[in-house]
């Protein structure tokens, strides 16, 4: 019987000895399937859990954006926005995912450099993560063989509560009917021109850069909305289906308001305003005794008659007693002075010769069912004006030379004027001038200047509820953000990208 003669080793005869050199290559396959398979599906994964979180904070952002429009707390803001976490990523299904209010930031956006600014906060900006600071990664699964034990991932989203386009300013020209502008006017940066209908301009309009100009259908402008017509309209103009609030609506909300024994609107037009300290003329006009008015204290509303606030002019010497809340009741008795309360106009006094002589409104709040008769003597500054009178005509007649706002055009906001009417006006081509809002549930019409030079507003913003028409030669420039709940919502929800 042969021997089994096999070869001899040496000492490296493994070398030539290939058996079981399949099942290496077959490990060393399965581990690199693994890997990849691992890879697919813990990438998969990752994405999965980035979108889930991504969309949490959307819904966070949104929902702190929402609070900070309603001029909720800072806290309330955070509060909103954490309940949102909670809700769209639960801690229960998804773990950590915020440490806290530290991953919720009220900041200023800046929609024409795309950029976090310094200012007063108009958007939410939240940071949702799924890493070590929270300890909640993302683990892996069949990647952990390749020494991959999880991932880290952090999202952030910004929602921006602000003006349509790429407008900063509150101040614009916003309407439902058709907004006509006529040659030779100039829009500003940061000012806007809005129509819910159409803007009809001829030519020779200009738009700076930064301004903005908007109407639901382009198409609708013609051939009016192209440079060679109107000089830098091609920048200013986009397409914007504005919800704009109904115009009456927002005028009764103020007045209930402003009439209510507190509010939050009256408290915050009430905040940089005084009490006058001579209320003497109340008595004098016989509109109070002597313990309502000891009871008077700033924001108090005081009920009065047509021809009691004529008398109170005249009484206080051309000077209604600031940091109180008038309500004028005028009745109904036609169109005639009966129905109309006078500033600085051509009403009698009990003494003629105070018709010629300068009369001041200035911190206070005017509610009246009277026409607004406005003369050259007037000087309206850091008011609340409000005429809830129907009228077929203009509800308020203003002559040349009467000063509202701030005549030194300096954009300050504490020496506003804000003027609603239920029904149209009509008004000179000076008279909103600088830092004066006018609001109306018909239509606003603002006269050709008696001249040609052109008329420069500041800080000026109209709003109807019809149309609005600018004759030739005005100038229009916004002035800073006016945050009060005074001006109809006419700003929009969106998230944005900040650059930097």
């Not at 106009?345 to 003629?352: T, V, Y």
């Not at 030194?408 to 004027?417: E, P």
């Not at 500041?458 to 019809?466: D, N, P, R």
């Amino acid at each position: 019987m042969r021997a089994d003669r096999r070869p001899a080793r040496g000492p490296f005869g493994f070398i030539a000895d290939e058996r079981g050199g399949m099942t290496v290559f077959a490990l060393f396959g399965v581990v690199v399937t693994a890997m990849l398979v691992g890879l697919a599906i813990d990438v998969t994964n990752l994405h999965r859990q980035k979108e889930r979180i991504t969309v949490a904070a959307d819904a966070a952002a949104h929902a702190g954006v929402v609070a900070l429009a309603l001029k909720k707390t800072k806290s309330e803001i955070e509060t909103a926005a954490l309940a949102a976490v909670e809700r769209n990523a639960p801690l229960d299904y998804v773990g950590q995912t915020i440490r806290g209010i530290s991953d919720i930031h009220l900041v200023r956006f800046d929609p024409r450099t795309r950029t976090l600014v310094p200012g007063t906060p108009n958007a939410v900006r939240v940071t949702l993560r799924r890493d070590s600071s929270v300890n909640n990664p993302v683990k892996t699964g069949l990647l952990r063989i390749a020494g991959v034990d999880n991932f880290e991932v952090t999202v952030e989203s910004v929602a921006y509560y602000g003006r349509p386009g790429m407008c900063t300013s509150s101040d614009g020209i916003y309407a439902k009917g058709q907004v006509t502008l006529t040659s030779g006017n100039r829009i500003a940066g940061t000012y806007c021109v809005h129509s819910q209908t159409t803007v009809w301009m001829p030519q020779q309009n200009t738009f700076d850069e930064g301004a903005g100009l908007s109407m639901p259908d382009l198409a609708t402008c013609g051939t009016k909305c192209f440079d060679s017509a109107n000089v830098g309209v091609e920048a200013a103009k986009f397409e914007m289906n504005l919800n704009l609030p109904r115009m009456s609506d927002h005028i009764n909300g103020v007045v209930a308001e402003m009439l209510a024994s507190s509010s939050d609107l009256k408290t915050e037009f009430f905040a940089d305003k005084s009490l006058a300290s001579n209320l003497k003329p109340l008595l004098d006009a016989r509109i109070l005794k002597t313990a309502e008015v000891n009871k008077l204290t700033k924001g108090s509303v005081v009920d009065l008659t047509a021809a009691q606030y004529n008398d109170l002019m005249s009484l206080s010497g051309g000077t209604l007693p600031g940091g109180l809340v008038y309500n004028v009741d005028c009745r109904d008795k036609g169109n005639g002075p009966a129905s109309s309360i006078t500033i600085g106009g051509s009403l009698d006094r009990k003494n003629a010769t105070e018709t010629t002589a300068t009369e001041t409104v200035r911190d206070v709040v005017l509610i009246t069912d009277c026409a607004f008769d406005i003369g050259s003597n007037a000087r309206i500054d850091a008011t609340l004006a409000i005429s809830t009178r129907i009228m077929s005509s203009s509800v308020l007649s203003a002559a040349s030379g009467a000063v509202v706002g701030d005549p030194l055009k300096n954009c300050d906001l504490k020496r506003k004027v804000y003027i609603m009417t239920m029904s149209s006006v009509s008004v000179p081509a000076n008279f909103a001038a600088s830092n004066v809002a006018m609001m109306s549930n018909g239509n606003i019409n603002v006269a050709a200047s008696s001249s040609s030079s052109t008329v420069e507003h500041k800080g000026t913003s109209f709003h109807a509820e019809g149309s609005i028409q600018i004759p030739s030669n005005h100038t229009f420039n916004g002035c800073p953000e006016d945050v009060t709940g005074l001006l109809p919502g006419v700003r929009t929800f969106k998230f944005v990208i900040p650059q930097g």
